[in-house]
């Protein structure tokens, strides 16, 4: 071999080792590159780019039921697409609107339509809900909550469900800052799904959850909790019963005796900047909402949201994106088919409680904009939304959920 040939094989040598060396190291820069991006997208993000919300309805097969709690009054349901297409994405506190075929006193079926709260983080297989079953107060005439006994009674694995895609306003924001979860009794649902979420995508988030029920009989997903708050030490688990049976001890099967108030959580709470999500019976956040204000929390760091007819009031309300006028004199809301008329007064709330306070009954579901269930037809006059809703009214029509007068209102109740 010459001298020529044996130099070119040393450079053809150098230059491959070379390329290897350079092809090995933008391998290993592209594969960083995926990660940081994946790091930098949550998943839920990812699944929003790949699977579009639906229009309308979509039909859900029932995969999986199981009892939550001793008293065996929660249950979830896992739901999958029968269509086999991708799940739209959700927020961690978001809401299901279910169309349902009840059974109807006379024979046949009826048309209703409730909103259940999502119960766990998204995931890309299935949704899950979770539905308490409402039994009639003590000692009233009333019959025990009709969708709910539904559900219990008659849902079972292989069922069909029609829905609409998640929606609602009443979800965790996915930042680094602390966050303090207050479930009062079935308003465990969303924070089931706010505290998986935060956990699984901000795993260092500092988490608080205050989780008030009765007793023992009523707690749900408290082996679940339990296992998460010993694996997770950024989150505090505080399960408070104001009612606990005689072999529920404090320490071992709770940690706070009594309600879930200000006093509690100024005592357990480090200062810090937290976010407060609250959902459970409307005395609960009545009482808490305000208490919160007083203490000091900045408005934009109070979110709630309230099940049952009556309203939270703020003491200093967050503006929506087209207010009432600050004076209501000369307002009038007409009732065309109950043949009422009154003056409209803004601390009446939505027009929606304002009918009921009226004694006027009005189908809803969601009370939130989502469902379109109080949709109303709008025979004279205007309205203004105090948020945008998810659900899309059709011309002519309101949310009464999420409205109030922009000037005198005829409407078609």
């Known amino acids: 071999m010459s001298s020529l040939s044996l130099l070119l094989w040393i450079v053809g040598a150098v230059l491959l080792q070379l390329a290897s060396y350079l092809g090995y190291r933008f391998w290993r820069h592209w594969l960083d590159y995926l990660a940081l991006r994946r790091s930098a997208i949550p998943a839920s993000d990812e699944a929003e780019v790949r699977a579009p919300a639906w229009q309308g309805l979509r039909s859900f097969r029932v995969v999986q039921k199981q009892l939550e709690d001793a008293s065996k009054s929660i249950c979830s349901f896992y739901l999958a697409p029968q269509d086999g297409l991708p799940l739209a994405p959700f927020r961690s506190g978001q809401f299901l609107t279910f169309q349902l075929e009840l059974p109807a006193p006379g024979g046949g079926t009826a048309t209703t339509v409730r909103c259940y709260s999502l119960s766990d983080a998204p995931d890309p297989g299935h949704y899950r809900i979770s539905v308490k079953r409402a039994l009639a107060p003590m000692g009233s005439q009333l019959a025990p909550g009709r969708s709910s006994s539904f559900f219990h009674d008659h849902v079972e694995v292989g069922s069909v469900l029609k829905l609409r895609a998640p929606s609602g306003h009443f979800y965790a924001d996915r930042s680094d800052a602390p966050v303090v979860l207050i479930g009062g009794g079935v308003g465990i649902t969303p924070m ?122 703020r003491k200093s309300a967050v503006p929506g994106p087209a207010a009432a006028p600050d004076d209501a004199a000369g307002l009038v809301v007409t009732f065309s088919r109950s043949g009422k008329q009154l003056p409209w007064q803004n601390s009446a709330g939505t027009l929606l409680e304002f009918a009921e306070a009226q004694g006027i009954s009005v189908d809803s579901g969601c009370r939130a904009g989502g469902c379109g269930t109080c949709q109303t037809t709008i025979l004279a006059g205007e309205v203004a939304y105090r948020q945008t809703p998810d659900f899309d009214p059709e011309p002519g029509t309101c949310l009464l959920c999420v409205c109030t007068p922009k000037n005198s209102v005829t409407l078609d109740l």
């Open 192 to 313: 089931m799904s706010m505290l998986t979420a935060c956990l699984r995508e901000r795993p260092g988030r500092e988490v608080w959850l205050f989780y008030g029920v009765r007793n023992s009989s009523e707690v749900a997903w408290k082996a679940h909790l339990e296992s998460m708050a010993a694996s997770h030490a950024n989150f505090h688990l505080q399960l408070c019963w104001s009612d606990p049976l005689p072999e529920d001890l404090l320490g071992r099967d709770f940690q706070q005796r009594g309600h879930v108030d200000l006093e509690l959580l100024r005592r357990q709470l480090p200062l810090k900047p937290y976010h407060f999500y609250l959902c459970g019976p409307t005395p609960m956040l009545q009482s808490l909402v305000p208490a919160l204000e007083d203490w000091g929390v900045p408005d934009q760091r109070i979110h709630f949201e309230a099940f049952g007819p009556a309203s939270v009031q």
